[in-house]
């Protein structure tokens, strides 16, 4: 019999805050500085590059914060056959990055030894439902905003907006070994949401065959005998075998949970910067002004590797790949290159006007000149002699004209 040692599920969420909120006393009540990596820095540089770390610290206008508050209630979570069960929540950590982005963690443990369970508390809890008026914790996403939107900004739907649903991060720690094929098919289902044992087929929501394993192909992390994960764009999974007893550190529900968390970041801050770059393609200055910022950022946010050791890296690759940050990435370079042959046109055609204008204020000085020296020295009348150079400016601005435009 499989009994389940230990299980976690760990949601995340994007919202933008507001600078004067980070400095009002009513934050400062709430919440704490976490320290994670400040305590645990002689370890951690050890294992990671110091410019990764950096950027998860003040030294690069980023910050972490723990709600501080003990009281957060626990959270009903109605499931089939009219049972409820509690889910509590063990803590709640804020990760401020620049340009306003933050990542909200909410650590949630569950009192069951069921799988199916796991999948459908995971898949109530990721909603994010519409407030109800005149009802307090009603729902998960009502608690979110209650216990940290509001202490960021006074914009109480932006959040929403910006999560059609919560990630979701799951640890499952089992007590006997499974079959290879079983352990992939209950990752599928913790990974997709579904009720356990839908991906062994006969269902209408079954994948595919070929779809079931390009997904497993792709997205997983097998790297050891006594664990294996999938990561997915909504979700990441991760099911071992009595590691808990060895994980004496809990490195999954902490050192990792920075990797999710900053391959969050880069999906929401490309997209975001996507979204700025489309919306300003009209305004040359404006792009032009979002192009730099961006480059600013690369320069200092683009990893191929973030640690001497390969399983962080490994790991790292496949969040990167699941949130499809390379692809947000190309779509960006392409949005640029197309800025700056915009901006390269517009200063070739500024170029060409002042040349022009030059061009003319040159032959009003030959018509002058030339006018002066048909007097003098051809004894021309100054009524000839300005006829004459008139015809030769008109026809010689009558052919400049012609190439100029031509050529643009």
């Not at 997904?215 to 590691?243: G, P």
């Not at 790991?315 to 390379?326: L, T």
């Amino acid at each position: 019999m499989n009994i389940v040692n230990k299980s976690i599920i760990i949601l995340f969420g994007v919202f933008k805050y507001e600078d004067t909120y980070l400095k009002s006393t009513n934050l400062a009540k709430n919440f704490v500085k976490y320290d994670f990596i400040e305590k645990n820095k002689k370890y951690l540089e050890q294992k990671y590059y110091s410019n990764w770390l950096d950027q998860f610290s003040e030294r690069s206008f980023n910050r972490q914060l723990r709600y501080l508050k003990n009281e957060i209630p626990d959270v009903n979570v109605p499931l089939e056959f009219s049972r409820n069960i509690k889910v509590k929540i063990e803590g709640i950590i804020v990760y401020l990055f620049e340009d306003r982005i933050a990542i909200f963690s909410i650590k949630t443990s569950i009192n069951t030894k069921s799988l199916s369970d796991l999948s459908m508390i995971s898949n109530y809890l990721r909603q994010v439902t519409k407030k109800q008026p005149n009802s307090t914790l009603e729902s998960f996403s009502t608690l979110i905003e209650e216990k940290i939107i509001k202490h960021f900004t006074s914009d109480l739907n932006l959040w929403r907006k910006l999560n059609s649903s919560l990630k979701v991060y799951t640890l499952v720690d089992l007590s006997s070994e499974w079959k290879m094929t079983k352990v992939n098919q209950m990752l599928f289902d913790l990974g997709t949401f579904q009720k356990i044992g839908n991906s062994k087929g006969g269902h209408f929501f079954s994948p595919s065959k070929s779809f079931f394993k390009e997904t497993l192909m792709e997205n997983s992390i097998d790297a050891f005998e006594n664990w294996k994960a999938l990561c997915l764009f909504d979700s990441f999974v991760r099911i071992s075998f009595n590691l808990e007893q060895f994980d004496l550190y809990d490195i999954w529900e902490n050192e990792y949970t920075f990797i999710y968390v900053y391959t969050l970041y880069m999906r929401y801050y490309l997209n975001y910067t996507n979204s700025r770059l489309s919306n300003a393609m009209q305004n040359l200055e404006t792009a032009k002004d979002i192009r730099n910022d961006f480059l600013n950022h690369k320069n200092t946010h683009s990893f191929y590797r973030i640690s001497n050791n390969f399983l962080p890296n490994m790991i790292y690759q496949k969040m990167i790949g699941a949130q499809e940050v390379n692809e947000e990435l190309a779509l960006l370079e392409e949005r640029i290159v197309r800025i700056d042959l915009l901006i390269r046109e517009k200063e070739e055609i500024m170029i060409r006007n002042i040349l022009f204008a030059l061009t003319v204020l040159s032959l009003i000085s030959i018509f002058y000149d030339g006018n002066q020296f048909l007097s003098n020295y051809f004894k021309f009348s100054n009524g000839k002699a300005m006829i004459s150079m008139s015809v030769l400016l008109f026809i010689i601005i009558i052919i400049f004209i012609l190439k100029y435009y031509r050529r643009k």
